[in-house]
């Protein structure tokens, strides 16, 4: 996406798409691309699950709640969403981590979260 060179996933190959509906990203793009701006590193395309969203809201980060100021929809269960790779890894510790898109999720992600811990939750289609 940057410098016209294609942003890679976690497997290497080109990054693909995470969700339009929603539309996702950081830069809401549909991808999880990142950049020095992106200080949460929103690079994790997951299919959000009832559990994560309820352990992501209990430390304190609401994403089934709609926000309109925002133009955000709010998230339900299956959606895809750029999640932060922190928040991720630190639902995977605690046995919440929804599947991952390993096609869509930025390489960036392995500098906090192991390539073995996402294929452990690779969603297949």
């Known amino acids: 996406m940057f410098d016209d060179v294609p942003a890679k996933n976690v497997l290497g ?30 690079t994790v395309c997951a299919r959000v699950t009832e559990a994560f969203l309820t352990f992501s809201k209990a430390r304190g980060n609401d994403l ?3 926000r309109p100021e925002f133009q955000f929809p709010g998230l339900n269960p299956g959606d895809k ?13 605690a046995g919440k981590a929804p599947k991952v898109v390993l096609e869509a ?11 073995e811990a996402l294929k452990q939750h690779a969603w297949v289609a």
């Open 13 to 42: 190959t080109d990054l693909v798409t995470c969700g339009t509906d929603p539309m996702t990203g950081f830069f809401r793009d549909g991808c999880c691309n990142t950049s020095a701006m992106d200080h949460g590193v929103h």
């Open 105 to 115: 999720t930025h390489e960036a992600t392995l500098s906090i979260v192991p390539l």
């Open 64 to 66: 089934s709640t709609p």
């Open 81 to 93: 969403w750029c999640l932060c790779a922190a928040r991720w890894a630190e639902a995977y510790e």
